[in-house]
């Protein structure tokens, strides 16, 4: 959105405002002032005309004019009805040099997880990728995903909803007293970079939101399943104001995760490249690495896939 329509939007959100006000003030003709505000509402913006000049009614779109509209984080947005990957295009920004943009989609036509699974992301969803340019080492940019998945939960429990972590990066709602849980959100973080720096990194992000429980994968759910729609452009705009919040305190992030955790005390079982591990997760390390209490002593896991297991 360009700088013109922004200050327009400024001063329409503090009541109304004439046409004349403006021109004068944007130092633009009122033919221009006219053409910008035709254009806001092509967008999507409810701009009413009375007797005392234009009054923003509302702010309905779900487009990037209306999630950067008083969004409070340094993001530009890049909006898509349908994408085939929100994280792809992000990494295609990337490598062009863009940062602090964000990708947001309607819908995924061919969303993936991690480990290149596929993940259902139909319209009603929050599919949305952030580039960033974060001035850490590849050894603090787990710290990124877990960042991810606090803002996510947070902003998910502001909708009502009892979200909760488990390791490393699924937001989940518990269901039960031994660690079962359905999924809601998950987190797919990229990066480039070089052995003591990180060129880029992509933190994709998606959300479960308004959408039907049912048709979604088995052990999944939504939040309009468990506390009702949201206004998707807030939910976004929330988002991204956590995330920013915690990329700028990363020492904030661990305990923050805790907090949320639904994994620590569970009974676990870690699959990775050097053999699965199984026993109890006691802790999480201030890089993100998982601790496990195991027959044969304490194991640190930086990375796998995590499994629930129910108390023996």
């Known amino acids: 959105m360009n700088e013109t329509r922004r200050a327009i939007l400024a001063a329409l959100a503090d009541g109304p405002v004439s046409g004349p006000e403006l021109a004068e003030s944007l130092e633009v003709s009122r ?13 999507d913006f409810e701009i009413e005309s009375g007797a005392t000049g ?7 779109a779900y487009n990037a ?37 964000i990708v947001l989609a309607d819908e995924q036509t061919g969303g993936r997880g991690r480990l290149e699974r596929e993940w259902s992301a139909p319209a009603g969803g929050v599919w949305v990728s952030i580039v960033t ?14 960042a991810a998945s606090v803002a996510t939960a947070n902003v998910v429990r502001e909708a009502g ?59 999944a759910t939504s939040i309009r399943d468990e506390a009702g729609d949201v206004d998707r452009r807030r939910f976004v705009q929330r988002l991204l104001e ?3 919040h915690y990329r700028n305190d990363l020492e904030a992030v661990v305990p923050a995760w805790r907090d949320l955790a639904l994994t620590i005390g569970q009974r676990v079982r870690v699959d990775r490249p050097a053999g699965e591990i199984v026993g109890e997760a006691i802790d999480v390390t201030e890089s993100g690495a998982l601790v496990v209490e195991t027959d044969d002593g304490r194991v640190t896991v930086s990375a796998g896939d995590c499994e629930h297991l129910r108390p023996v």
Not at 54 to 60: G, K, N, P
Not at 134 to 146: E, S
């Open 31 to 43: 033919a221009a002032v006219w053409k910008h505000i035709e254009g806001l509402r092509e967008a």
């Open 54 to 60: 234009y009054e923003l009614a509302a702010v309905d």
């Open 65 to 101: 004019p209306a999630v950067e509209f008083e969004l409070e984080a340094p993001f530009s947005v890049e909006y898509h009805d349908s994408v085939g990957s929100t994280n792809d295009r992000a990494r295609e920004l990337a490598g062009e040099g863009a940062t602090d943009v």
């Open 133 to 146: 340019r974060p001035a850490i080492t590849p050894a603090q940019a787990p710290l990124y995903t877990l």
């Open 161 to 219: 909803v009892d979200a909760r972590i488990k390791w490393p990066n699924d937001v989940v709602v518990p269901v039960g007293e031994d660690g079962d849980y359905r999924k809601l959100a998950g987190i797919l973080t990229e990066m480039e970079g070089q052995t003591d720096r990180v060129d880029w990194l992509v933190a994709g992000i998606g959300v479960n939101a308004n959408l039907d429980a049912n048709g979604l994968p088995e052990g």
């Open 242 to 244: 956590e995330f920013d």
